[in-house]
Structure formats: C-alpha cells, structure tokens
C-alpha cells in the first residue's frame, strides 16, 4: 500500500517544504562497490540549487512514535541505515524522509540526516562482507545441487 502513495506524500512533502521534488527511475550504483545499490524515491532540489534524497515512508497512527526517542526526533534505525547507504552510493549529503501516518496531509512527520563518512566507512565494510557470505552460500548451494545431480 506503501507504495501506491508515494507519489501523494512527495506532493505533501514538496507542500509543506516548498522544495521541488523530482524522480529519477533508474538503480543507481556505487562507482567502486559494485553491491551496493540504491533505488531512490524522490529527489529534493534545494533552495541553494544543491540536491538531497527524499525517502517516503508510510505506517499507522500506533507505529507513529518510532520517529521519537525520549522526546527527541530520530529516524527509525532502519530508515536511517537505507538513507546512509543511499547518501554513500549517490555521493548525496542529505535525506530527508516523508513518513504519512494518517490519512491527511497534517499526518505527516518529516526529518532528515546528513551524511556521516565514518558511518559510511564501516557500512561499506559491512556489505562487502555480507556480499561476499551471500556469494559464497550461493556458490555452495550450487555444489550441493551438482552433487545431487551426479
């Protein structure tokens, strides 16, 4: 369901903000790590003409308090990793999120992140190992169906 309002919370978004927002529907790559992969949301043109990530998200009223911890406003941990690793494959320095948890437009909670290299740094270490552990399962997954097969 998510998905199919994508389109009205970057048009809220884009209200409340005053910011264009704009696709670009293509996976982008990261220059030297080939398994790291974004699928952008939106794009946010900012007022100084510099670009940043808009990420849309959607939950329930009762899901809502994610985006506070101990009264003050986070990202849920979640979001927040997708939105780093995006800000390092795009080389962008900002994401903002859109999170709809109503069914108005007053319903909305809006944040942003700004790029953090030291994060990016051990996210790359991270998801080059889980890159490698995926390949290797993969390939052993394959030996067992050759063996199998004989």
Not at 89 to 101: A, E, G, P, S
């Amino acid at each position: 369901m998510g998905h199919l309002l994508e389109d009205l919370v970057a048009e809220i978004f884009s209200k409340k903000t005053g910011y264009r927002v704009f696709q670009v529907k293509k996976m982008f790559y990261h220059p030297t790590y080939p398994w790291m992969l974004a699928d952008v949301d939106y794009f946010v043109e900012l007022p100084d003409g510099t670009i940043a990530i808009l990420e849309i998200k959607t939950t329930n009223y009762n899901a809502k308090d994610h985006w506070w911890r101990d009264g003050e406003k986070v990202v849920p941990i979640n979001y927040e990793t997708q939105g780093r690793h995006y800000m390092c494959v795009t080389n962008i320095d900002r994401v903002f999120y859109c999170c709809l948890y109503g069914n108005n437009e007053d319903e909305v909670i809006i944040r942003d992140i700004q790029r953090d290299y030291d994060y990016e740094d051990e996210l790359e270490v991270t998801e080059r190992a889980e890159s490698r552990a995926t390949i290797f399962d993969e390939r052993r997954a394959e030996r067992k169906s050759e063996d199998h097969q004989n």
